[in-house]
């Protein structure tokens, strides 16, 4: 028998993946801060017919897209775990995600506003390890950490906060 929790993961885990198609397109559109583009060396320019090198490999990307209505305009991360995993906060704090992709949806179930946030930032700045309360969901299970989107200055590396769809 399923786990109440294992229910709203299964839940919220299916909503997320119908709007794979969205968050691909939105990671697209900021793959140019993803990715390292740098003059080839004079060797690989000369035998190689490469004359710019692209370095991509090793960059991971967290989602979290928050569903109409949320009027909270905040970033909020999991801070009770399921199960026997991790909460997403642990694995924040151990290294995990480069990038973050944080969103709100509007009534149509788009992505309206946006944030990409350097995770490496985040954790030099210390902002994960600052002392706040757990903020209990409706559920009574999950708890959130809620982190203003002030004190992430500096790390939002690109954002569209104003009513937008990427296709």
């Not at 709007?19 to 060797?43: C, F, G, P, Q």
């Not at 991509?56 to 905040?74: E, H, M, N």
């Not at 990038?99 to 350097?118: E, P, Q, S």
Request: proline fraction near 1%; aromatic fraction near 12%; charge should be positive.
């Amino acid at each position: 028998m399923a786990s109440a929790r294992d229910e709203a993961f299964e839940r919220n885990f299916n909503w997320q993946q119908r709007l794979t198609k969205e968050v691909m397109a939105l990671v697209k559109y900021n793959a140019r801060h993803l990715i390292d583009v740098s003059i080839a060396s004079e060797v690989a320019d000369k035998t190689q017919a490469t004359d710019y090198v692209m370095e991509t490999q090793g960059k991971t990307i967290a989602v979290r897209l928050r569903r109409y209505p949320c009027s909270f305009q905040d970033f909020t991360i999991r801070a009770t775990a399921r199960n026997k995993y991790n909460s997403e906060l642990e694995k924040l704090k151990r290294g995990f995600a480069d990038y973050y992709v944080y969103g709100w949806m509007n009534t149509k179930n788009w992505i309206a506003k946006w944030i990409l946030v350097d995770m490496a930032k985040v954790r030099q700045n210390g902002i994960l390890e600052k002392d706040r309360t757990v903020k209990m969901n409706y559920d009574g299970v999950t708890g959130f950490v809620i982190i203003g989107l002030n004190e992430l200055e500096g790390c939002i590396v690109d954002s569209y906060l104003e009513d937008k769809h990427y296709k």
